[in-house]
């Protein structure tokens, strides 16, 4: 891609009225600058998929290249709705690289290799969503890029963005559960999991995303035990932090802290 492809990218897709429809002018757009590599978009009663085509059969699998694509795509599209979209399951068309437990912080906890083709599935519903970005916020969003493409969508003002500032007054010890939170910022229980849900999130995603990124520097910037960690963390057992680390990286503690330290 040459130098300023990806802004005139966005820049086409502001006119579109719906996900759906900038999704595939996105694909068309890159069907036209990429010479190996192509998408389509696939769509039933529940689910919509992002699905990646080598042009050349036989050709050797670019896992870099399948990993930016996906990016590119899905970071463009939680931006132009202005919410993080929930990627349901990932599969790729290669074998599973050295780095996969980074799969699960940039996709999903889903993950399928050696198929057929490299794929992103999330609910239909979203494609029906309207596109709310402009000229102004475009600026900034380019602005910021490549972080703002690269890093799963953050919206500073949502309600989730307010629950995680609570919650990570907290953390590492007791947070408060759902009902005390939805009365601390004024709304019923039912109105902050219907909001929540509605930005892609739930109350328990983000306690585990924060849990899981303490774990995180806890095990690679310090000398404390694993037990230690679980505890502080709220695990009463090892077993279950083993457990919850594993579904959130796709290694132990251990093997994460080995790895990290080497």
Not at 177 to 192: R, S
Not at 219 to 237: P, Q
């Amino acid at each position: 891609m040459k130098a300023g492809s990806f802004a005139m990218l966005c820049h086409s897709v502001l006119g579109c009225k719906t996900l759906s429809q900038a999704l595939d002018r996105s694909l068309r757009f890159f069907a036209l600058i990429l010479d190996d590599i192509s998408g389509t978009a696939v769509r039933d009663a529940k689910e919509a998929r992002i699905v990646l085509h080598e042009r050349v059969a036989g050709a050797s699998r670019r896992e870099f290249a399948h990993e930016l694509l996906l990016m590119l795509l899905y970071g463009l599209s939680c931006w132009l709705v202005s919410r993080r979209i929930p990627i349901l399951r990932a599969e790729f068309s290669y074998a599973e690289p050295a780095h996969s437990a980074e799969y699960r912080l940039m996709y999903c906890a889903d993950l399928h290799f050696n198929r057929p083709n490299t794929t992103i599935a999330f609910e239909a519903g979203y494609l029906d969503l309207p596109v709310v970005q402009n000229e102004r916020s475009l600026k900034e969003f380019l602005r910021t890029a490549p972080e703002s493409i690269l890093l799963k969508y953050k919206n500073g003002s949502s309600l989730s963005a307010r629950v995680r500032r609570r919650l990570r007054q907290f953390l590492p010890g007791d947070v408060p559960d759902f009902e005390g939170l939805a009365g601390e910022l004024n709304m019923t229980p039912a109105t902050m999991r219907r909001r929540l849900h509605e930005e892609g999130t739930s109350y328990q995603s983000i306690k585990d995303q924060l849990r899981r990124d303490l774990a995180i520097g806890y095990l690679s910037h310090s000398n404390r035990s694993v037990m230690e960690i679980a505890l502080e963390l709220g695990f009463s057992e090892r077993s279950a932090f083993h457990r919850a680390f594993r579904k959130w990286t796709g290694a132990s503690p251990g093997e994460f802290r080995r790895t990290s330290q080497s």
